[in-house]
């Protein structure tokens, strides 16, 4: 699985890529490759200041090794070794009626004595608005919703929560967005096989082809002033809160010495701090508010 | 102490604002007083889009109540009440040439059943500047330096060294600036009395004034360009990660459901993220970093 995995994300890669600069028109990825000293490395493609995307990542890592003290702990075991990889993809679109748009896709192994003795997979994929279209919203949802149900009716559901749990800006009490879905330790059982996982995984590889870029599309010639982009600035700076203080991944990327600018190509590109800046009321700013104070079911 | 102190903060918040009113020339600044519901208040004093600050915040907060749990973890202590209250500067100029500045005081006081158990004072002030002016920096140390020789002649490295390690982005291997003085816990002992720390304390409010004033003067009307300016909004971008990731203060605030408007005014007001933006060799871009990659002794 690890080997399969490993090919299916490298191709992954690739035509999330190709499609992103066919959407943007202008923009390219460049590549940056890199390795980690302990095992392993990673393919880090970055867009900068394109048509469509002001910044966009689009990550594969794939790392090995003794696993990291502080992950040792938070998995209960001991002397293990492991075998991590994932696609990890942000973009942030210039046009503020676009989204920004997260997901990645991930594999873990887990070793004693070079034993496999545990498997997972885990990932989810987001989405993260200015302004509220509700029709954008619903198909993304509903795009994310066809994606489980072909597997089992509560994944959804259950995934769709998981993802507003996760993704909860606590100290400003709202959601970092809109919400999508969100799955860790997918493990094989009755229900499941390994090879079923494999597939629903590829289905979400699918999804976020299907969900996020027809909104590009639909979006990305809307017109836009001065307003919206200082309104998009802002909540952008809400992104930045939640991967620095709360983002799981981020932290732990950053606490296990990671390749810092792989970890932090989420980072908006422009990003403005008001004090105490609010929405005027009844406008369009107050609306995505008041969505992100208590996430709804979209479908 | 606690009303003496409390009154001194409220003098410095003042004079400390007035002198920056008169060397902006343009921004006032505005009151925004808040209450705690667990005890205590503050009063907010911000500018936003001076002549010579993009953004600065002066606050003082007067908090007490049972101690938050966090707290008394901490402390190793149980069942306590406390009294903090302290004033806190973040300064962000326009000019990529003027130093971005940060200093705080505070004072708290612990109490069981009522009895006072223990109280100590703490605080420091430092320098975060984009571009390397040496007799700048060498001016602010040896500001800093001639106040702490006034009470004990170890002071000076103590808290030079304390500002060093406090104040490091270990993530990136360098500082978040080139430093100046940290205290903690400066509680009664033989050499220093409680009246002696509060004059020290004191000493280090005249210090703010006296440091940071003279530099913003010399360096405001200093000419720069937008290759200047993409810089500090990207050194900007380490201020950010330095206060959500790592400054214990900021990260206490927002757990102990501190006012999260006056925590986070700390917020530079425009950043950038660059994905692996390094400086070109030989550049004064490059300079700063690394002077920041091993902090130096400036006197």
């Known amino acids: 699985m690890k080997n399969v995995f490993s090919k299916y994300i490298d191709s992954l890669q690739a035509s999330v890529i190709s499609s992103l600069e066919q959407v943007d028109g202008l923009?390219?990825?460049?590549?940056?490759?890199?390795?980690?000293?302990?095992?392993?490395?990673g393919?880090?493609?970055?867009?900068?200041?394109?048509?469509?995307?002001?910044?966009?990542?689009?990550n594969v890592s794939k790392v090995h090794g003794k696993l990291p003290e502080s992950m040792s702990t938070m998995l209960n075991t001991k002397d293990s070794d492991f075998y991590a990889c994932g696609i990890s993809i942000v973009l942030h679109p210039k046009n503020p009626m676009v989204p920004t748009f997260h997901a990645n896709l991930r594999y873990f192994e887990l070793y004693n004595n070079g034993t496999l003795k545990d498997r997972w997979f885990g990932g989810g994929l987001d989405l993260t608005p200015y302004y509220i279209f509700e029709n954008d919203v619903i198909h993304f949802h509903a795009n994310c919703k066809s994606s489980c149900d072909k597997y089992d009716l509560s994944f959804y559901n259950n995934y769709k929560k998981k993802c507003d749990e996760y993704f909860w800006n606590?100290?400003?009490?709202?959601?970092?967005?809109?919400?999508?879905?969100?799955f860790d330790y997918c493990r094989e059982n009755n229900e499941m096989s390994v090879d079923k996982w494999f597939s629903f995984i590829k289905d979400m590889g699918q999804c976020i082809l299907n969900s996020y870029i027809?909104?590009?599309?639909k979006r990305k010639n809307e017109t836009f002033n001065e307003l919206n982009v200082n309104?998009?600035?802002?909540?952008?700076?809400?992104?930045?809160e939640f991967n620095l203080l709360h983002d799981k991944g981020t932290l732990f990327g950053l606490k296990t010495k990671g390749r810092i600018e792989s970890i932090l190509i989420s980072m908006p590109p422009k990003v403005k701090w008001a004090y105490d800046f609010n929405p005027a009321k009844g406008s369009n700013e107050e609306k995505l508010i008041k969505i992100l104070e208590s996430p709804k079911n979209w479908v």
Chains 1, 2 share one sequence.
């Open 214 to 217: 027809p909104i590009v599309e």
């Open 27 to 41: 923009g390219k990825f460049k590549k940056d490759s890199w390795s980690r000293v302990e095992g392993g490395g």
């Open 170 to 182: 606590s100290h400003r009490n709202e959601a970092r967005g809109v919400g999508g879905l969100f």
């Open 231 to 240: 309104w998009q600035q802002i909540r952008r700076g809400r992104y930045v």
């Open 43 to 58: 393919l880090t493609m970055v867009l900068e200041n394109g048509n469509v995307f002001e910044k966009g990542g689009v």
